[in-house]
């Protein structure tokens, strides 16, 4: 599952790609554009500073933009970095594999299942860049679409 911090994340890296090239954004701006707490933000940030999703300047013409376009940036490789492997489970994780004590991995129905699940979610975000993100219009989705048709009551969470 997505964490506030990856979705945070996300939103962030998105405010950047539509700066033009080598534009700055303070956090401030940032955090109030896209209704995130700032000191949430600010540690988020360092994250994607530390992992070379952003460069920072100090000072009064200071903050963050992306180090590489847009189009560079997979969606995956963000969501790793900041909320880990992508698999539900543990023994269906390919960068954090850990054994269940409690099943034989061979035969468990629930194992076979979110290594299933696991793949579809690296399938989407793995092809997926921060451009694609930022340029994408929302009709033109049909899951965005068809969540939207459903009324507030029938909203199943997600």
Same mark, same amino acid.
């Given at each position: ?11 962030a890296l ?14 401030g ?19 994607l ?6 460069q ?9 933009? *992306?180090?590489?376009?847009? !189009?560079?940036?997979?969606?995956g490789?963000? $969501? ?5 492997? #992508? =698999? /539900? ?29 696991r793949?579809?979610i ?6 997926r860049? *921060?451009?694609?993100?930022? !340029? ?6 049909? $899951? ?5 048709? #459903? =009324? /507030? ?6």
């Amino acid at each position: 599952m997505l964490t506030k911090k990856g979705k945070y994340g996300l939103k962030a890296l998105v405010h950047l790609a539509h700066l033009p090239v080598g534009q700055l954004a303070f956090v401030g701006d940032i955090a109030s554009g896209n209704n995130i707490p700032k000191k949430f933000l600010d540690a988020i940030l360092g994250e994607l500073r530390n992992a070379g999703f952003v460069q920072s300047r100090k000072g009064k013409d200071g903050g963050y933009r *992306l180090t590489r376009p847009a !189009d560079e940036i997979k969606v995956g490789h963000v $969501v790793r970095v900041l909320d880990g492997p #992508l =698999a /539900p489970i543990p023994c269906a994780s390919r960068t954090q594999y850990q054994r269940c004590e409690d099943c034989n991995e061979a035969t468990c129905q629930v194992r076979h299942l979110m290594l299933e699940v696991r793949q579809a979610i690296a399938e989407v975000l793995d092809q997926r860049t *921060l451009a694609e993100m930022r !340029d994408i219009v929302l009709d033109d989705l049909p $899951v965005a679409r068809d969540i939207d048709e #459903l =009324a /507030p009551a029938q909203k199943v969470p997600a």
